[in-house]
């Protein structure tokens, strides 16, 4: 144990300066652009970020699906335990997937497939990665379906997936997910399409299940409900680029970033009792532009209300924040930073540009 | 109303009663069976089946007459003689039907075999790799298709001795362009849903998914398409013996049709009994097919 502690202060998973293009009609476009990020064993990031802002790609290039054959990975890391994933041989790939890191999909309906058992669906990824006999593999998936709390495993690992509610499937993938002890579970807006409530009991869920193994999570949603539960930390993403990243009270707290601030106030606040008034809900005005037509600039720079004309020129780097904010309009939060937490840093002009303000 | 008698309302799939906890799991294949038992066409297309397959596998055994031999005088109509009749050689069109069953409906089947084997390899390949595979495979595909079918198995059988093995992989090789074609667009389809995906994020290999999860959700079309092409082989030899392409040292209900033709005015019954015969097991295929193809379609599925 203690030759591993050296290992242990690498993070698990090292991403950087990750790319990816697909090849369109509108000729090659960029969909992830200088993606980087850690990912430490155990923590929990969550990605958030409006649809199409590149969430689920950066999942798909990590387990190493981007669609064939118009998705390629054109640059950067991903260092997995010190090895290049993006530079590893498909067979090698492969036998990591499912083994070493395991991904959850949004839809867990037509995610299981329909002519077979889901005690075989789970036996077979450990007939494939384990080498596990059929009885021997069948008893784990029982074992495995009573770990993702389904009543009556013994019988229900013999039903087809037909016979399962929506939350019942997605503990079935989260059992098929898990069944190798992985070290990395992608969960891709596991709960988008389940009831409320059943939303509560899967993150729960993941959230035991995630402690009991310490297996890092990489969970993409849009329910900032969720980022509160259960992030260490967040990584905010817009139109392909990374634009905040930073502990999870940074982000929710003392979001940096205008569009984080934006995504914040979009989330109507109910509180038992009251009824918030109608037609007062904030929203970022516009749309994530398309991207094969991105503005030279900040790509948040058409839709933001602080934009400067710098914003328009190149694209901003990621710079440390918070900054004790003066502009008016953004709510301004002393900074109170614990020693060992994360660092919080967005892509912003508008933020640099204050930040030189107050430091003078 | 025949239909009265069948419970609409009947659950097809059981009723998940939490409270007495006894759920059958019921795979999508019984559920398919389920339905097709209750259609009435199709079972009467099963017994069809049923009654020509025992009529070939034990009625040679109580009706042992060479179907070669000459029994009695030319054309002799249905009688006590022979039960069906005589042909315009004098030989028993009972023991030729009892007999010569057995080559057509073989070679049906095994050309449909062909057919499936070689569709199902070659659009299963096409349908799943895709770009340069797709576009190889596909000129093949379209070789095959565009020969003209009766011309292809007739040079084919000119070619080597006509014998049960060249006319059924004539048959088997002129039929497959379409079964590939039909796997293909499965393979296209089913290719890019979720369980495939998900499938790829556990590690499955490529040929894993093709075999394991694609194929089995594939495969009702194919098995409605392999059993219509079991008739249209069947139909395919039956047009072969009528033109006398086939081993005429094997006697087949083709060849009786063929060649009771031209007595057709004054011996009927040589080619009507062997023609219905044709007609009631390639009716009895269809019959069957159909069945199967309402048993696997999701919409007329009920829960």
């Known amino acids: 144990m203690t030759a591993a502690t050296a290992v242990v202060e690498q993070p698990l998973l090292q991403i950087t300066h990750l790319e990816v293009c697909f090849d369109t009609w509108n000729g090659r476009t960029k969909v992830l652009d200088d993606v980087s990020f850690d990912l430490n064993a155990g923590?929990?990031?969550?990605?958030?970020?409006?649809?199409?802002?590149?969430?689920?790609?950066?999942?798909?290039?990590?387990?190493?699906?981007?669609?064939?054959?118009?998705?390629?990975?054109?640059?950067?890391?991903?260092?997995?335990?010190?090895?290049?994933?993006?530079?590893?041989?498909p067979e090698a790939r492969r036998q990591l997937r499912g083994n070493a890191m395991a991904m959850i999909f949004q839809e867990p309906l037509s995610s299981l497939n329909p002519v077979y058992p889901v005690g075989e669906q789970i036996a077979e990824v450990l007939r494939t990665h384990k080498g596990m006999t059929?009885?021997?593999?069948?008893?784990?998936a029982i074992e495995l379906l009573r770990q993702v709390r389904i009543p009556e495993a013994e019988r229900r690992v013999r039903e087809f997936p037909h016979q399962f509610s929506g939350g019942m499937r997605q503990r079935v993938m989260i059992a098929i997910a898990l069944a190798c002890n992985p070290k990395i579970l992608i969960a891709d807006e596991p709960t988008t399409a389940l009831?409320?409530?059943?939303?509560?009991?899967?993150?729960?869920?993941?959230q035991d299940l995630r402690e009991a193994h310490n297996t890092a999570l990489i969970l993409i949603t849009h329910d900032m409900g969720a980022v509160a539960e259960l992030a260490d930390r967040v990584l905010v993403m817009y139109a392909g680029r990374k634009v905040e990243e930073g502990s999870v009270e940074d982000i929710l707290l003392r979001p940096a970033h205008p569009y984080t601030r934006?995504?914040?106030?979009?989330?109507?606040?109910?509180?038992?009792?009251?009824?918030?008034?109608?037609?007062?809900?904030?929203?970022?005005?516009?749309?994530?532009p398309p991207l094969y037509d991105l503005p030279p600039g900040c790509a948040f720079a058409p839709r933001c209300p602080v934009v400067q004309n710098d914003c328009q020129t190149k694209p901003p780097s990621m710079l440390p924040a918070p900054v004790a904010l003066t502009q008016a309009g953004l709510q301004s939060i002393p900074v109170v930073r614990e020693f060992e937490a994360p660092p919080h840093r967005a892509a912003c002009v508008w933020l640099a540009a204050n930040r030189q303000e107050t430091a003078a | 109303m025949p239909d009265a008698t069948v419970p609409i309302a009947a659950p097809l799939s059981p009723a998940p009663d939490a409270l007495s906890g006894k759920t059958l799991a019921r795979s999508p294949w019984a559920e398919s069976w389920a339905i097709f038992r209750r259609n009435r066409a199709a079972l009467l297309g099963l017994a069809l089946l049923t009654a020509v397959a025992l009529l070939l596998m034990f009625a040679p055994r109580f009706y042992a007459i060479d179907p070669f031999e000459i029994v009695g005088s030319p054309n002799t109509p249905p009688g006590t003689e022979a039960p069906l009749g005589t042909d315009f050689l004098g030989?028993?069109?009972?023991?030729?039907?009892?007999?010569?069953?057995?080559?057509?409906?073989?070679?049906?089947?095994?050309?449909?075999?062909?057919?499936?084997?070689?569709?199902?390899?070659?659009?299963?390949?096409?349908?799943?790799?895709?770009?340069?595979?797709?576009r190889l495979l596909g000129r093949v595909i379209e070789f095959f298709q565009v020969l003209p079918a009766l011309l292809f198995a007739?040079?084919?059988?000119?070619?080597?001795?006509?014998?049960?093995?060249?006319v059924t992989l004539a048959i088997g090789l002129v039929a497959w362009p379409s079964m590939a074609r039909l796997t293909r667009a499965e393979f296209l389809r089913i290719r890019q849903l979720d369980y495939v995906r998900s499938a790829r994020s556990i590690g499955a290999s490529d040929a894993r998914i093709i075999l394991r999860t694609i194929l089995p959700n594939a495969l009702p079309p194919i098995i409605?398409?392999?059993?219509?092409?079991?008739?249209?082989?069947?139909?395919?030899?039956?047009?072969?013996?009528?033109?006398?392409?086939?081993?005429?040292?094997?006697?087949?209900?083709?060849?009786?049709?063929?060649?009771?033709?031209?007595?057709l005015r004054e011996a009927w019954w040589a080619v009507t009994f062997p023609g219905m015969c044709i007609f009631i097991t390639v009716l009895g295929i269809c019959l069957v097919g159909d069945g199967l193809n309402d048993a696997f379609n999701p919409k007329l599925r009920q829960r």
């Open chain 2, 154 to 166: 007739m040079v084919l059988i000119t070619l080597f001795a006509p014998s049960f093995f060249t």
């Open chain 2, 224 to 263: 409605v398409s392999a059993t219509l092409a079991t008739g249209t082989a069947i139909l395919f030899e039956a047009g072969l013996s009528f033109l006398g392409l086939t081993d005429p040292n094997i006697m087949s209900w083709g060849l009786m049709v063929g060649s009771g033709r031209t007595h």
């Open chain 1, 262 to 288: 934006g995504l914040l106030q979009c989330r109507p606040d109910l509180k038992l009792g009251v009824l918030p008034p109608r037609h007062d809900l904030p929203e970022i005005p516009g749309v994530v």
């Open chain 1, 195 to 206: 009831d409320v409530t059943v939303q509560a009991q899967i993150f729960d869920l993941l």
């Open chain 2, 91 to 134: 030989r028993d069109v009972l023991a030729g039907i009892v007999v010569g069953g057995r080559p057509t409906v073989m070679v049906g089947f095994c050309a449909a075999l062909i057919t499936t084997l070689i569709g199902i390899t070659i659009g299963a390949l096409s349908g799943y790799y895709g770009r340069m595979t797709d």
């Open chain 1, 43 to 89: 923590e929990t990031l969550c990605i958030v970020g409006e649809s199409g802002c590149g969430k689920s790609m950066t999942a798909l290039a990590l387990m190493g699906l981007v669609p064939q054959p118009d998705g390629h990975i054109t640059g950067g890391k991903i260092l997995y335990r010190g090895q290049d994933l993006v530079q590893l041989r």
């Open chain 1, 134 to 140: 059929r009885k021997d593999a069948h008893d784990r």
